[in-house]
């Protein structure tokens, strides 16, 4: 089936080390999403793809950047990552823009020790 | 800014109640609305998206209203079922190329 894929489900990191979160797609869409939720909190928006232009929201901070070497890939890397950054981390795609329909992968839940 | 609210929070009801989730909006110049389901640590299913022309959307059991002058959604569940237990979020696009702005969800239970 398609459908958009997270590695790993759970990581665990120490404060200031750097992690690296993995989105892949396989519905060929051309939008991907980087969103960060914190418990019983609204999906935040980090960054998004169209095609190879990147989006980066204004309050993101510059710890969190992102990589997309091809249309099925897209990377969220934590450069020093801080107890304040532990939450769920979200991909999601989207065929053409930002209005359409999203497809949301199963997320991978960060943990910093 | 854009600002989506729902209300209440949780919300807790026997199986085979009907029952409707609600969400508004502070700006109503909205391109389309989404409602979203999220199981406990999973991501986000689609369930249904209400262009800003459309006064409605039906999907099985579920029913999304969109009311755009009022700056107000609701979702109707029919017949719930322990199985609808999850969160359920709405997302407002503002225009075609901008993200969506979520709510911060209603945790819905349904008891057996």
């Known amino acids: 089936d398609a459908m958009v894929i997270q590695n790993p489900r759970y990581q665990v990191t120490q404060f200031g080390k750097p992690v690296t979160l993995s989105c892949s797609q396989t519905?060929?869409?051309?939008?991907m999403y980087w969103y960060q939720q914190k418990s019983s909190q609204a999906p935040k928006l980090l960054f998004h793809?169209?095609?190879?232009?990147?989006?980066n929201e204004a309050d993101t901070p510059d710890n969190f950047q992102s990589r997309r070497p091809n249309t099925s890939f897209c990377f969220l890397d934590i450069r020093s990552p801080g107890l304040g950054d532990a939450a769920m981390y979200l991909c999601a795609t989207s065929k053409f823009t930002g209005a359409d329909t999203q497809y949301f992968g199963p997320g991978t839940r960060l943990t910093v020790l | 800014k854009q600002e989506v609210t729902q209300i209440p929070a949780a919300l807790s009801v026997p199986e085979g109640e009907n029952l409707v989730l609600n969400c508004s909006f502070t700006d109503s110049a909205i391109y389309n609305l989404q409602w979203f389901r999220q199981d406990p640590g999973k991501g986000l299913t689609s369930l249904l998206l209400i262009q800003s022309s459309q006064r409605e959307q039906t999907s099985g059991r579920l029913n999304a209203s969109l009311d755009k002058s009022s700056g107000r959604s609701t979702l109707y569940i029919a017949a719930s079922q322990p199985g609808d237990s999850a969160t359920y979020l709405c997302?407002?696009?503002?225009?075609?190329?901008?993200?969506?702005?979520f709510g911060k969800g209603t945790r819905l239970s349904v008891i057996a």
């Open positions: 793809y169209y095609d190879k232009d990147f989006n």
């Open positions: 519905l060929n869409h051309n939008v």
């Open positions: 997302a407002v696009s503002n225009s075609g190329n901008t993200p969506l702005v």
